[in-house]
Every structure is written in C-alpha cells, then in structure tokens.
C-alpha cells in the first residue's frame, strides 16, 4: 500500500505544478468522446507555469515542453498497460520519473531545479493522493 501511495505521490509531483496552475474550466469533451473525469497532464500549460515560476528562457521552455510530453506519453502507456503486475507498473513509473529529472537537469541551472524541488514538496499533501482532509472529514487548513 505504501508503494502505491509513494508511486501516485511521485506522480502527482510531476503533474502537481502543472495541477496549481490549472484554474480554467477543462474543455467540453469532443464529439464522440467520453467525457474525462480528470484533467490529464498537459505540457503545454505546465511549461507556462514552470516558465513563470522558474523564469525560464525562451529557449529552455522550447527544450521542456518534449521533455514533458514524451513523459506524458510514456506515464498513459504504463497506466494503460493492464497486463502489468503493480510492482512491474511501479518500477517502470520510477524508471519514467528517473529519466525526466535526469533530461530536467539538463535543461534547468542548479538554482531553478532546487526552486523546482521546492516547489514539489510544497505541493505534497494537497489534492486527491495527498493529505488535503483530516481525519473527521474536515478541510486542512
């Protein structure tokens, strides 16, 4: 149980600044297509986000976006993926996770990536995954 939980911790860390910056409501659904009951990760916005808390250049932003994308891609294939054993769907989720802060580093100067870090432990414990209710039912302040 406590992979599970550090595995959607870890995910959610990844989509979780991309999640802060999601206000708008999310499109209608197309013709056609079933309605999502989630907002899926879209690296486009979180590239905007990251730019305006990170103050990214121009040319970083352009190098983040594949980056992310190609995470994207490669985390809905793992979860879409329904002959995996859980350990096998964690290890290659680990695997994805390990790969993009590596190219992150990459990209990013050393103060921005700490900034990054930071910004991922703040947003730990909010949401669906997170400690967001206490116990009773009631809201964390």
Known sequence: MKRILLSAALLLSLGGVAALAQQDAPP???QGQPPMHHR?????????H???????????ASKLEPILATRDQQMKAV???????PQDRHQQMMAIHQT?????ATVLTP????QLKEMRHKGRGRGQWGQGQRQ??????
Do not use: I, S
């Not at 993009?100 to 992150?104: A, F, G, S, V, W």
């Open 28 to 30: 209608a659904p197309q």
């Open 40 to 48: 899926r990760a879209d690296p486009q916005r979180e590239v905007a």
């Open 50 to 60: 990251l730019t305006r808390a990170l103050n990214l250049t121009p040319d970083q």
């Open 79 to 85: 979860f879409q993926n329904q002959q995996l054993a």
């Open 100 to 104: 993009t802060e590596q190219q992150l």
């Open 111 to 114: 103060d921005q990536l700490q």
């Open 136 to 141: 009773g039912g009631a809201p964390a302040a």
